[in-house]
């Protein structure tokens, strides 16, 4: 399958761990990236490659994959994570896919 | 530090073009390795990769889209363009446009514009 598939949605309590996961063929091959959309706003990346953060994002942020599987994991969650998330790839000829997003709520 | 704005028309007809163009400031578009990409969110929906181009001119395409949209570069006015033809509802969404480091790397989005399809 050409799509990238992640739970809609996840609950997490506050200063606790979630993990969101994003399942497809394509990351046997290429690693993702992670957006955080927060309503009414553009994406912003969080995560790139292996496990990049780019500057001014917090490092409770980490990127990790196995197989067909990548998970972005937030340490220690926020009430400003709550957040829409989003992995995308790439595949041979260079196109992208997003993922299908998880919601995240901070409890 | 880069900034990009999408600008263009809010409202479209149903079976015309939608055009819209993003205007890079605070570099050049020519500067780097980057390509540049249209992405666009219907209400209450994901994210959808539209294309991108290299300032060389070459482009890419998602398959979905490819026989609709056509996207092009004016590296003159630093700028970058979309264009969707036959446009239908379904292409009612928020557009952006980003810079774009390769291996779905987007660094920088523009604010997103609402384009909405209707007579």
């Known amino acids: 399958s050409s799509e990238l598939t992640q739970d809609p949605a996840v609950s997490v309590a506050l200063g606790q761990t979630v993990r969101i996961t994003c399942q497809g063929d394509?990351?046997?091959?290429?690693?993702p990236s992670w957006y955080q959309q927060k309503p009414g706003q553009a994406p912003v990346l969080v995560i790139s490659g292996k496990n990049n953060r780019p500057s001014g994002i917090p490092d409770r942020f980490s990127g990790s994959s196995s197989g067909n599987t990548a998970s972005l994991t937030i340490t220690g969650a926020q009430a400003e994570d709550e957040a829409d998330y989003y992995c995308?790839?790439?595949?041979?000829?260079?196109?992208?896919?997003f993922g299908t997003g998880t919601q995240v709520t901070v409890l | 530090q880069v900034q990009l704005q999408e600008s263009g028309p809010g409202l479209v007809k149903p079976s015309q073009t939608l055009s819209l163009t993003c205007t890079v400031s605070?570099?050049?578009?020519?500067?780097?390795?980057?390509?540049w990409s249209w992405i666009r969110q219907p209400a209450g929906k994901g994210l959808e990769w539209i294309g991108r181009i290299y300032t060389s001119g070459s482009t890419n395409y998602n398959p979905t889209l490819k026989s609709r949209v056509t996207i092009s570069v004016d590296t003159s006015k630093n700028q970058f363009s979309l264009n969707l033809s036959s446009v239908t509802a379904a292409d009612t969404a928020v557009y952006y446009c980003?810079?774009?480091?390769?291996?779905?790397?987007?660094?920088?989005w523009g604010q997103g514009t609402l384009v909405t399809v209707s007579s």
């Open positions: 394509r990351l046997r091959n290429y690693y």
């Open positions: 605070g570099g050049s578009i020519s500067s780097g390795t980057y390509s």
């Open positions: 995308n790839s790439r595949d041979s000829s260079g196109n992208y896919v």
């Open positions: 980003a810079r774009d480091h390769g291996s779905g790397r987007l660094d920088y």
